[in-house]
């Protein structure tokens, strides 16, 4: 039924669940899975003259988080059987980056966690799932904490 998943990951406990998710769902139907980690690299645009220094120290940083979830994945779906692509992707704007990566993987599911925000956290932070879902010309199963 599902022939490629993308699984988008953050490193979150609901993003966990999510991968258990999509394991499960790929060793029912034999999908393919693509695995993508979405840093915005510009999350600091306006701050100051110490943005260069601080903005090179976040991305150091959010790529190395980044290479450890995508290897906890890809050794996860390894030990089940499945090969998972694993990518790490920049883009301004996360849920676009997750749009853009399901295109290009030629995704037919999106399999993705949710922070579970109340409506007041959502207003003033984003929801990514949301955007997510709002957006997608596919299916999107998001996964609940």
């Given at each position: 039924?599902?022939?490629?998943?993308?699984?988008?990951?953050?490193?979150?406990?609901?993003?966990?669940?999510?991968?258990?998710?999509?394991?499960?769902?790929?060793?029912a139907f034999g999908s393919?899975?693509?695995?993508?980690?979405?840093?915005?690299?510009?999350?600091?645009?306006?701050?100051?003259?110490?943005?260069?220094?601080?903005?090179?120290?976040?991305?150091?940083?959010?790529?190395?988080?980044?290479?450890?979830?995508?290897?906890?994945?890809?050794?996860?779906?390894?030990?089940?059987?499945?090969?998972?692509?694993?990518?790490?992707?920049?883009?301004?704007?996360?849920?676009?980056?997750?749009?853009?990566?399901?295109?290009?993987?030629?995704?037919?599911?999106?399999v993705m966690g949710s922070?579970?925000?109340?409506?007041?956290?959502?207003?003033?932070?984003?929801?990514?799932?949301?955007?997510?879902?709002?957006?997608?010309?596919?299916?999107?199963?998001?996964?609940?904490g």
């Amino acid at each position: 039924m599902f022939d490629h998943l993308l699984l988008p990951i953050d490193g979150s406990p609901t993003s966990e669940l999510a991968l258990d998710k999509a394991l499960g769902i790929a060793q029912a139907f034999g999908s393919k899975v693509s695995v993508v980690y979405v840093v915005d690299p510009y999350p600091f645009t306006g701050v100051g003259a110490d943005f260069v220094f601080g903005q090179d120290q976040y991305l150091r940083a959010a790529k190395a988080e980044a290479s450890k979830a995508l290897g906890a994945a890809r050794h996860k779906f390894e030990a089940a059987g499945i090969t998972a692509s694993c990518s790490l992707a920049e883009a301004r704007v996360v849920w676009r980056g997750i749009l853009e990566a399901a295109e290009s993987a030629r995704a037919d599911l999106i399999v993705m966690g949710s922070h579970g925000r109340n409506p007041v956290e959502r207003w003033v932070l984003g929801s990514v799932a949301q955007r997510v879902v709002s957006n997608a010309k596919l299916p999107v199963l998001v996964v609940r904490g």
